[in-house]
């Protein structure tokens, strides 16, 4: 078996030091600028003009708007954890899951209890949740229930049907009892928080696997980061509120992993044991 080399070993290392910590300082750099020089990154880029109508650039981050939270976030969320159900990684399925649900409740606590102003400049959604919740679920419940009937893949219909009822209740539920100040709740950006719960989650429960370590680590970095960019270029958020998200949106996954570690001990502590076949003969 060929074996890297005590040079590459270095470069590798150097690489895994060099990357974080690059990110980590110019994060840093971009929140004293906005806070010391008042120099954000949304004047940076392009305005978005909705008033002469949604340009491509506006569809393509509103799309990953959309895909960060309430049935969005919902979606993508029950469609990762079914994949590992469909891969007989249940544990992994339940990380990923409350993983996002504790960034959620943590996210709504921080904000109620900041109620940080939104920027002046701020773009309203085109798309809220309520409007478009209840088509996709109609539409989710059609589709599933004709893979239920017609495909093979019944438990995993079944499974991501209950998923993503399950994960709309559990938001209710959470704006019900944290709700936040319509305009003073941008920090943290539930957006960063939710995206990157869920980013994080898969990346770290697809790291044993080496065929696909890399690109859940791909897929996950750029969807976080699309999502970030996009509330930014919208003037929903400064880079501040995006970067507290990714903070909030590490502990919760750590939460998650030791919630999820603990459950999981107790369940293997208390389950009966069964003496072997082997065991019964003798």
Avoid: Q
């Avoid at 919902?74 to 079914?82: D, E």
């Avoid at 009822?165 to 938001?171: A, C, K, Q, S």
């Amino acid at each position: 078996m060929h074996r890297p080399s005590s040079g590459t070993s270095r470069a590798r290392t150097a690489l895994l030091i060099a990357v974080p910590l690059l990110i980590v300082v110019t994060g840093l750099l971009l929140v004293l600028a906005e806070v010391r020089y008042d120099i954000h990154v949304a004047d940076l880029l392009p305005t978005p003009n909705l008033h002469r109508g949604l340009l491509v650039d506006e569809a393509v981050f509103f799309a990953l708007t959309g895909a960060a939270a309430g049935i969005g976030l919902t979606t993508l969320t029950a469609i990762v954890a079914t994949l590992f159900v469909h891969w007989h990684r249940y544990w992994a399925a339940a990380f990923v899951v409350v993983a996002v649900m504790v960034g959620r409740a943590v996210s709504l606590a921080l904000k109620n209890a900041f109620e940080v102003p939104r920027p002046v400049s701020a773009v309203t959604d085109a798309i809220r949740a309520p409007a478009v919740t209840l088509p996709v679920l109609l539409a989710a419940v059609v589709v599933l229930g004709l893979v239920i009937l017609f495909t093979r893949y019944r438990r995993e219909a079944i499974v991501l049907l209950v998923l993503m009822v399950g994960l709309l209740i559990e938001n209710r539920i959470a704006s019900d009892l944290l709700p936040t100040r319509a305009g003073f709740d941008a920090f943290p950006s539930g957006h960063a928080v939710g995206s990157a719960s869920l980013a994080i989650a898969f990346a770290a429960a697809c790291w044993r696997s080496p065929r696909w370590r890399w690109w859940a680590i791909a897929i996950s970095s750029l969807y976080a980061m699309g999502v970030a960019l996009s509330r930014i270029y919208l003037h929903e958020h400064l880079f501040a509120d995006v970067l507290a998200g990714w903070a909030v949106a590490l502990i919760s996954v750590v939460l998650a992993a030791g919630l999820v570690y603990l459950v999981r001990g107790l369940i293997d502590r208390f389950r009966p044991r069964y003496p072997s076949a082997a065991g019964s003969r003798t």
